[in-house]
T-cell receptor, first 112, second 117 residues
Framework: DQQVKQNSPSLSVQEGRISILNCDYT??????FLWYKKYPAEGPTFLIS?????DKNEDGRFTVFLNKSAKHLSLHIVPSQPGDSAVYFC???????????FGTGTRLQVFP | EAGVAQSPRYKIIEKRQSVAFWCNPI?????LYWYQQILGQGPKLLIQ????????DSQLPKDRFSAERLKGVDSTLKIQPAKLEDSAVYLC???????????????FGEGSRLTVL
């Protein structure tokens, strides 16, 4: 039962362009949504989050959009840089818990 | 500030053998998690501790996996006996409990990669 889904296993984008990573979820009881970034041989690191009561959160080059009616969120990276090449995990927390449920990840490659 | 420390980084064992992983969380973090990440999948929560008490171990295969958090600081995760399907990266994470930290913001260690032959 995959409650958080990332249907694109990989994405390739040219440096300077926009990267859009997508995530769908099924559980209406999620209250926070997060994106984590993972480099090889390292643990995931927190990137950005959004509360379920908001529809947009921006932090520098990173913006997360939440569409609750469609149970969909996306991460926009503008402009993309080679250092952004990593695996990005979408995750969600159940209401009033710290339990994180992760998607399967999308590997982003930013080429020059 | 020191991050989450884990050891060993790599371990290769044969099936039916036992293995133990150690984790030292960030100082002051009350909540500690063990996640299992199988290749091609996202991390899956095995167990969550709040100080030295278990909050959630619903996905821990208790017939072979055990975990403890001594004195609410360090933690060990043990697998005995190991199966082929236990091959994965075992990630330890810690967080500030309650309103002190951002919801869902966990700090992960580098992980312990287990290969079961």
């Amino acid at each position: 039962d995959q409650q958080v889904k990332q249907n694109s296993p990989s994405l390739s984008v040219q440096e300077g362009r926009i990267s859009i990573l997508n995530c769908d979820y099924t559980n209406s009881m999620f209250d926070y949504f997060l994106w984590y970034k993972k480099y090889p041989a390292e643990g995931p690191t927190f990137l950005i989050s959004i509360s379920s009561i908001k529809d947009k959160n921006e932090d520098g080059r990173f913006t997360v959009f939440l569409n609750k009616s469609a149970k969909h969120l996306s991460l926009h990276i503008v402009p993309s840089q080679p250092g952004d090449s990593a695996v990005y995990f979408c995750a969600a927390t159940l209401y009033n818990t710290d339990k994180l449920i992760f998607g399967t990840g999308t590997r982003l490659q930013v080429f020059p | 500030e020191a991050g989450v420390a884990q050891s060993p980084r790599y371990k290769i064992i044969e099936k039916r053998q036992s293995v133990a992983f150690w984790c030292n969380p960030i100082s002051g973090h009350a909540t500690l998690y063990w996640y299992q990440q199988i290749l091609g999948q996202g991390p899956k929560l095995l167990i969550q501790f709040q100080n030295n008490g278990v909050v959630d171990d619903s996905q821990l295969p208790k017939d072979r996996f055990s975990a403890e958090r001594l004195k609410g600081v360090d933690s060990t995760l043990k697998i005995q006996p190991a199966k082929l399907e236990d091959s994965a990266v075992y990630l330890c994470a810690s967080s500030l409990a309650g309103l002190s930290g951002r919801a869902g913001e966990l700090f992960f260690g580098e992980g312990s990669r287990l290969t079961v032959l």
